[in-house]
């Protein structure tokens, strides 16, 4: 498993005050909006630093959620919501505040929308990429145990279940469709349910290798894992090039490196069924994706974008294949020239498409109820708001985030992947 992974910046936004005039304002409806504009804060102030826990964010993104609940969906009385079944109906006070943000292909410049989904929407994003930033924090240790290789597949899992919830639950609902780029693009979003996918699935292929299963599982594994990545670049091309290059270029370096182990594994096999010559054309191929994976990592390496920039191609896992593959094609020549003298076929050998285990899945993620203080009539004394009138958009400086240490040790096993 490489442990590099490409981490857009997160996305900017303006202070939200929550204040309004009430007429006959009550304890309730203060606590409400103090309480809406400090949580919002805390968590905008905590996703800043990927070092924190899961058991920090997710109660804190919850809270968030269910105080905003009463500006998404309607308040209905108790008894209502045990009659209630399926989605409540939005709430009065959706368009009553204008929310702005940045968006990750969209440069500084702020979209704003008088919708609280958007608001939901673009904050559940902020937090799923807080969740694959905080994977690779824990990738990038000097020495990762078991049960930490299991809490990066795990946060990357969780990651993508958000973005699939705003994919399917948010967008839907919005008041006007998404700025095309945006995060909220629904093939932005597509994108990056495929990364982290993927992203999840290099730890299950580096579990493998090293616990030596079988070559063919391993190969299928890596082939379903690249083709991930290169659907999530194939998406990504849609756009301008400019903002969305260096993304493509780290997920199309992804999707040549698993090739490259894809086929590696492939030729292993063939050769342990005495298939010499097909398993010299799949090496072949192998060292030929390694060669591309090389070059695109030296085009990443040259492309501007938002995320830092990075030599993957330095990285253990990458220099450790290298001369994997280049053992077995030698070997398999070796084997050929001396037993079995198999002719080398013109067709490269087809790769399994479908894994029979390992396969990943986004973690699905729920939206929370909402918070003890909404109550029908502190949803009343709101209601009579008048709806906010969108003003200039601003130009936002990027989101001042924490360092990520990445380690510079070597490991001394089979993947490159430091999995104890």
């Known amino acids: 498993?490489?442990?590099?992974?490409?981490?857009?910046?997160?996305?900017?936004?303006?202070?939200?005050?929550?204040?309004?005039?009430?007429?006959?304002?009550?304890?309730?409806?203060?606590?409400?909006?103090?309480?809406?504009?400090?949580?919002?804060?805390?968590?905008?102030?905590?996703?800043?630093?990927?070092n924190n826990s899961s058991d920090t964010i997710e109660p804190a993104f919850y809270s968030y959620l269910s105080l905003l609940y009463g500006f998404i969906w309607e308040i209905i009385s108790s008894v209502e919501e045990n009659q209630h079944v399926g989605r409540p109906n939005p709430s009065k006070l959706r368009n009553v505040l204008v929310y702005k943000w940045t968006h990750t292909l969209l440069g500084?410049?702020?979209?704003?929308?008088?919708?609280?989904?958007?608001?939901?929407?673009?904050?559940?994003?902020?937090v799923g990429?807080?969740?694959?930033?905080?994977?690779?924090?824990?990738?990038?240790?000097?020495?990762?145990?078991?049960?930490?290789?299991?809490?990066?597949?795990?946060?990357?899992?969780?990651?993508?279940?958000?973005?699939?919830?705003?994919?399917?639950?948010?967008?839907?609902?919005?008041?006007?469709?998404?700025?095309l780029g945006s995060d909220l693009d629904p093939r932005i979003l597509n994108a990056y349910v495929n990364q982290c996918t993927a992203e999840a699935q290099e730890?299950?292929?580096?579990?493998?290798?090293?616990?030596?299963?079988?070559?063919?599982?391993?190969?299928?594994?890596?082939?379903?894992?690249?083709?991930?990545?290169?659907?999530?670049?194939?998406?990504?091309?849609?756009?301008?090039?400019?903002?969305?290059?260096?993304?493509?270029?780290?997920?199309?370096?992804?999707?040549?490196?698993?090739?490259?182990?894809?086929?590696?594994?492939?030729?292993?096999?063939?050769?342990?069924?005495?298939?010499?010559?097909?398993?010299?054309?799949?090496?072949?191929?192998?060292?030929?994706?390694l060669k591309k994976a090389t070059a695109l990592c030296c085009e990443y390496g040259k492309t501007n974008g938002p995320a830092p920039r990075v030599k993957p191609n330095e990285h253990a896992a990458f220099e450790l294949l290298a001369p994997i593959v280049k053992f077995?094609?030698?070997?398999?020549?070796?084997?050929?020239?001396?037993?079995?003298?198999?002719?080398?076929?013109?067709?490269?050998?087809?790769?399994?498409t479908k894994a029979t285990f390992g396969l990943v899945s986004p973690i699905d993620f729920q939206m929370q109820s909402h918070h003890s203080l909404w109550n029908l009539d502190v949803y009343n004394k709101l209601c009579g708001l008048t709806p906010a009138k969108i003003e200039q958009e601003q130009n936002l400086p990027p989101v001042k985030e924490d360092a990520i240490h990445h380690s510079t040790k070597e490991p001394k096993n089979k993947s490159g992947c430091k999995l104890q």
Request: aromatic fraction near 10%.
């Open 328 to 352: 077995n094609l030698d070997k398999c020549n070796r084997e050929n020239g001396l037993i079995y003298h198999q002719t080398i076929p013109g067709e490269v050998p087809a790769l399994d």
């Open 108 to 126: 500084r410049n702020t979209y704003s929308s008088a919708d609280a989904v958007y608001e939901a929407a673009n904050m559940s994003v902020n």
């Open 203 to 289: 730890v299950t292929v580096a579990r493998a290798v090293e616990l030596k299963h079988n070559a063919s599982l391993i190969s299928a594994l890596a082939n379903e894992t690249s083709k991930l990545f290169l659907d999530a670049a194939n998406t990504l091309r849609q756009f301008e090039e400019e903002m969305s290059a260096q993304w493509i270029k780290y997920l199309e370096f992804k999707a040549a490196f698993y090739q490259a182990y894809a086929y590696n594994y492939c030729g292993e096999n063939l050769m342990c069924m005495d298939k010499c010559g097909e398993a010299l054309k799949a090496l072949q191929e192998s060292s030929a994706y």
């Open 1 to 50: 498993m490489a442990h590099w992974f490409h981490r857009n910046v997160l996305k900017a936004t303006t202070n939200q005050k929550f204040e309004f005039k009430i007429n006959n304002s009550t304890d309730s409806t203060r606590k409400m909006c103090s309480d809406l504009r400090l949580s919002r804060s805390r968590l905008l102030d905590l996703i800043k630093n990927p």
């Open 129 to 179: 990429l807080w969740f694959m930033k905080h994977a690779a924090m824990i990738a990038a240790k000097d020495d990762i145990s078991m049960n930490e290789a299991k809490d990066v597949h795990t946060m990357l899992r969780r990651a993508a279940g958000i973005f699939a919830f705003v994919q399917t639950e948010f967008l839907p609902q919005l008041v006007n469709p998404p700025p």
